[in-house]
């Protein structure tokens, strides 16, 4: 049929085909959007690996990104834990129901653990790390995150911390350094990943030793974006000192690490935390942001394109994991990025200090407070 239509078209001319002015006018400039889009959208993840019963502990799971992980391992079979704010929340069990029912994986669960609550972050832990035999991990995946919107002041966590700076980065480092046990007792043959997601917004980060909870920054020189991307470096820099903690751990049985962590920069994507924050959460940044959402669609992923970064590094075979992080963006580990703090051993371990005595300080006063 294409052969006999271009055959025609070479005897007869191009008046043979429908609307050719049209195409001829307009055709170059629809290609041009679809090449900047397929651009745009990155690449795919190749790997596959048999997550079919592996425990995966996953952050911001009920959204974006975080969503759309989850259902992948629950298509694949593994046990999934999400952590989520607030567990009476009637939309919650049915959106865990209806995932049970979607994937035919009855092993999804869900945990408290609201990142901006030191405390609720504990009892999550303390009560997964209290378990003998320890209790299976293969994975924890990091994907909650808030990125406020430039316009608005600064808001406080539960603990009286910047909301973002706690959300993204102490939190996670919360988590992850109480499970810690939990995660160096599994079998030496299991082998054990990290997953934390980074932001390009990381490249605008400074990071303050003495003020890493923002408690002293005030409008006008509180810029949220900027806290955003220091959460989002210090994220990426604890990366660094977590692997060598794991990577120097003496094991009792004398194996060597089976830890590996990665750092994961997904790309910009049209998730609800993008919306917010190009809206500037108003109604008037909503109307715009849907004129404009042709332009969003061919510059910004899809959640699911900017997941295919997350999938590589949970199926990425564990020999191309190097001793040190792997930094992962677009389906491919990559250099780490061009900050001097990234080969700072001494800063990474400062930052490590700083962080535990802020936690520790923060949640001995949220404590008193509470009494
Ligand atoms: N979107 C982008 O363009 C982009 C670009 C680069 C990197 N990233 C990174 O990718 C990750 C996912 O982003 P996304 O855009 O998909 O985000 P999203 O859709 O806004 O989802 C954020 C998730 O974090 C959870 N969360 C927020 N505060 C929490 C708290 N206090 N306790 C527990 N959970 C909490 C949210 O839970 P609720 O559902 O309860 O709110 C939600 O599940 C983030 O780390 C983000 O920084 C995103």
Known sequence: MPINFLATVAKEGTQVIPKYEQLKRYGP?????????????????????????????????????GATVVRRLAKEGAQVILLVRKLDDGWLSEHISSLREETNNPLIYAEEADLADF???????????DNLPPRRLDMVVCCAAVAL????????SKDGLELQMQTNYLAHFHLLTLLSPAIRSQPPDRDVRIILTSCVAGVMGKIDMNDLGFQHQQY?????????GTSKLALSLFAY???????????????????????VDPGMMRSPSF????????????????????????????????????????ML?????????????????????PRKEFEDKEFQQELFKQTEKLITDTERFSAKKRK
């Open 29 to 65: 400039y629809v290609v041009g959007a679809l090449a900047t889009k397929f651009y745009f959208s990155g690449s795919s993840n190749t790997w596959e690996r048999n997550m079919h019963g592996r425990v995966v502990i996953v952050t911001g799971g009920t959204s974006g990104l």
């Open 119 to 129: 405390q609720s972050v504990r009892k999550f832990a303390t009560k997964w790390i």
């Open 149 to 156: 919107p430039p316009s608005v002041e600064r808001q406080a």
């Open 220 to 228: 006008p020189k509180y810029k949220p974006y900027k806290v955003l």
């Open 241 to 263: 000192e977590l692997q060598r903690q794991f990577t120097e751990y003496q094991r009792q049985d004398g194996a060597p690490s089976n830890v590996h962590v990665a750092v």
């Open 275 to 314: 919306r917010r924050f190009v809206t500037f959460g108003s109604l008037w940044g909503l109307l715009l942001y849907l004129i404009m959402w042709p332009i969003w669609w061919i510059f910004c992923k899809s959640s699911l394109e900017g997941a295919q970064s997350l999938f590589f590094a949970m």
């Open 317 to 337: 075979p564990d020999v191309q994991y190097m001793t040190d992080v792997a930094y992962i963006s677009d389906c491919r580990v990559r250099q780490k990025p």
